[in-house]
């Protein structure tokens, strides 16, 4: 069945470090693909999504960008801040049926 | 600009006992979920409503029960609570099929532990 894989945390940086959190995927037909976020006490929240081939997803200084032929939705950014502590969930679509599959999770600390 | 709304924020059952996470989301969703959040394994779905009167099952259901009378609530019933169902419990909707748009919108969550 549909899956997704991420890299196993915890990651710790210091500010201003470049973040990269892998994760791939296993799906049938063409799925979506999300990057959801959640911060310490709260529910999950979307932070940026692809839905097709090469497609690249941004928000807040996150990118991700859809890759078919490696099967892969990378979480990339450039300078991480304190505040961007939070646990980072790869997940995708299902095209079969009405539901999505999350991974994981990465907990990302990020230190002065 | 409510959202989606979890009750209790938190509770302890003892083994066997009975309650009901509430659910209400104000936002005029058709779509509705309960998801369980335990460490290292993600999110799991439990059950799903794509409007009212109408629930089914998702991959953990065992151990629970749904209503759907309103578009607004989808309340989630765990009868004879046992230890392996102390989690983070999370309801999420979304206006749309998600095949589509992708976006959930989550409560705050509800952790319960049964001892």
């Known amino acids: 069945g549909n899956s997704v894989t991420q890299m196993e945390g915890p990651v710790t940086l210091s500010e201003e470090a470049f973040l990269t959190i892998n994760c791939t995927y296993t799906?049938?037909?063409?799925?979506?693909l999300f990057w959801y976020v959640q911060y310490p006490g709260e529910g999950l929240q979307l932070l940026l999504k692809a839905t097709k081939a090469d497609d690249k997803g941004s928000n807040k200084g996150f990118e991700a960008t859809y890759r078919k032929e490696t099967t892969s939705f990378h979480l990339e950014k450039g300078s991480v801040q304190v505040s961007d502590s939070a646990v980072y969930f790869c997940a995708l679509t299902e095209t079969s049926y009405d539901k999505v599959i999350f991974g994981p999770g990465t907990s990302l600390s990020v230190i002065p | 600009n409510a959202g989606v709304t979890q009750t209790p924020k938190f509770r302890i059952l003892k083994i066997g006992q009975s309650m009901t996470l509430q659910c209400a989301q104000d936002m005029n969703h058709n779509y509705m979920y309960w998801y369980r959040q335990d460490p290292g394994m993600g999110l799991k779905l439990i059950y799903y409503?794509?409007?009212?009167?109408?629930?089914d099952k998702g991959e953990v259901p065992n151990g629970y029960n749904v209503s759907r009378s309103t578009t607004e609530d989808f309340p989630l019933r765990l009868e004879l609570a046992a230890p392996s169902q102390t989690s983070v419990y999370f309801c999420?909707?979304?206006?749309?099929?998600?095949?589509?748009?992708?976006?959930?919108?989550f409560g705050e969550g509800s952790r319960l532990t049964v001892l």
């Open positions: 999420a909707s979304s206006y749309s099929r998600t095949v589509d748009t992708g976006e959930l919108f």
């Open positions: 799906a049938t037909g063409y799925p979506s």
């Open positions: 409503s794509v409007g009212a009167g109408i629930t």
